[in-house]
């Protein structure tokens, strides 16, 4: 496997700038042919270090004027099938698996509180859930899925 060096930092630096800069601009940029570029995203994409291009969308315009956060404790032995029921839902942007008192953290983004309440007793009628407890995000300071590299 190709390793990772500082020309693949600087093509990641610019790319978390905007995803949508064309191979030539990158290349001109960190002095490298545009098929330089190419091959190293292309290998970075193998590796698994870059996983898709998206765009970063404004929940509210589009109709998901709530958000929350929801913690839930599947039942003993359920865990697997819970984290299946998760990934299938849509509305569901993050599905993280923690330590403590819960098994799940979720972040998703609903279109009222209809929606989430609907979410929520869908989750709680699946058989694989103890509990949960639902917290709805008030006002978001920073959403920002880039990292210094």
């Given at each position: 496997m190709p390793k990772f060096d500082e020309i693949d930092k600087e093509?990641?630096?610019l790319l978390q700038k905007d995803g949508r800069m064309p191979y030539k601009d990158i290349a001109e940029k960190i002095n490298k042919a545009p098929?330089?570029?190419?091959?190293?995203i292309s290998k970075m994409m193998e590796m698994g270090i870059v996983r898709a291009f998206v765009p970063l969308l404004n929940y509210k315009a589009l109709g998901y004027g709530v958000s929350a956060i929801i913690l839930i404790q599947a039942k003993p032995g359920k865990i697997n099938d819970l984290i299946k029921i998760l990934m299938d839902e849509g509305n569901i942007n993050f599905v993280y698996e923690i330590t403590g008192e819960y098994d799940v953290?979720?972040?998703g983004r609903f279109r009222n509180e209809e929606h989430?309440?609907?979410?929520?007793?869908k989750v709680l009628g699946s058989g694989a859930v103890e509990r949960t407890v639902t917290s709805m995000i008030m006002k978001s300071h920073k959403?920002?899925?880039?990292?210094p590299i």
């Amino acid at each position: 496997m190709p390793k990772f060096d500082e020309i693949d930092k600087e093509i990641l630096r610019l790319l978390q700038k905007d995803g949508r800069m064309p191979y030539k601009d990158i290349a001109e940029k960190i002095n490298k042919a545009p098929a330089t570029v190419k091959n190293r995203i292309s290998k970075m994409m193998e590796m698994g270090i870059v996983r898709a291009f998206v765009p970063l969308l404004n929940y509210k315009a589009l109709g998901y004027g709530v958000s929350a956060i929801i913690l839930i404790q599947a039942k003993p032995g359920k865990i697997n099938d819970l984290i299946k029921i998760l990934m299938d839902e849509g509305n569901i942007n993050f599905v993280y698996e923690i330590t403590g008192e819960y098994d799940v953290i979720v972040i998703g983004r609903f279109r009222n509180e209809e929606h989430l309440s609907e979410f929520v007793r869908k989750v709680l009628g699946s058989g694989a859930v103890e509990r949960t407890v639902t917290s709805m995000i008030m006002k978001s300071h920073k959403e920002d899925p880039r990292i210094p590299i």
